[in-house]
C-alpha cells in the first residue's frame, strides 16, 4: 500500500504560479500510474492531469491544458504539478491519487473510480 501527501498549495493571484508536490511512501511510486484532481466549492471533484508510470506519456484537462505541467521524480518518490496562469478558476482542493493496476490511457487515467489510493488534498487559492 502506498501512501500520498500532497503539498505547496497556498494563496496566490491571478496570474501567477504554484508547484504542487505529492510525495508518497510505503511503495516505490514507479509502479503506479499517478493522477491530479481538483474540487472546487459547490463543484464535483473533477480530473485534471495525469502521467504514466515512466513519465513518457500525460494527459490534461482541457481547462488546464497550456497552462499546468505534470512530471514526477520517482527516484525521489514525488510527482508534481506546476501551475502557471493560474486564476480564480482554479480555486479548489488539489488531490493526488495512484493506481497500481491500470494501463495507462487517457480515457481511464482520467477516472477517478480507476484510483485505489489519494492524498488528503492541499488548498490553492487564487485572488483577483
Known amino acids: 500500500q502506498v501512501q500520498l501527501v500532497e503539498s505547496g498549495g497556498g494563496l496566490v493571484q491571478a496570474g501567477g504560479s504554484l508547484r504542487l508536490s505529492c510525495a508518497a511512501s510505503g511503495r516505490a511510486l514507479s509502479s503506479y500510474v499517478m493522477g491530479w484532481f481538483r474540487q472546487a466549492p459547490g463543484k464535483e471533484r473533477e480530473f485534471v492531469s495525469a502521467i504514466s508510470r515512466s513519465g513518457g506519456s500525460t494527459y490534461y484537462a482541457d481547462s488546464v491544458k497550456g497552462r499546468f505541467t505534470v512530471s514526477r521524480d520517482n527516484a525521489k518518490n514525488t510527482v508534481y504539478l506546476q501551475m502557471n496562469s493560474l486564476n480564480p478558476e482554479d480555486t479548489a482542493v488539489y488531490y493526488c491519487?495512484?493506481?497500481?493496476?491500470?494501463?495507462?490511457?487517457?480515457?481511464?487515467?482520467?477516472?477517478?473510480?480507476?484510483?485505489?489510493?489519494w492524498g488528503q488534498g492541499t488548498q490553492v487559492t487564487v485572488s483577483s
Open positions: 491519487a495512484a493506481d497500481r493496476t491500470v494501463a495507462f490511457s487517457d480515457h481511464a487515467a482520467s477516472s477517478e473510480w480507476v484510483y485505489d489510493y
